[in-house]
């Protein structure tokens, strides 16, 4: 090995290992401008008879996601 590819070798040891999103969080969640997570409301997929108009249109807007939560869901979304 010539002396040029032993510091090619070793640069590329120091370089740390790129993070893997988890792709099923990345479709549920989105980042808004000032970095705060948004989800969409559960329970408006089905069994929607018994629910009324004004709950039902309630469900359709987006949520922020609870800061108790927000320390684990940048762990599994790195890049977002």
């Known amino acids: 090995m010539t002396r040029l590819q032993k510091i090619n070798n070793i640069q590329e040891e120091t ?9 099923s969080a990345a479709k549920r969640f989105k980042a808004t401008g000032t970095g705060k997570l948004k989800r969409s409301k559960a329970y408006k997929s089905h069994i929607l008879t018994k629910k009324s108009p004004k709950r039902k249109r309630n469900l359709r807007q987006p949520a922020i996601t609870d800061k108790t939560n927000v320390k684990n869901m940048k762990k599994v979304l790195p890049y977002l």
């Open 15 to 23: 370089v740390m290992p790129k993070l893997k999103t988890k792709r």
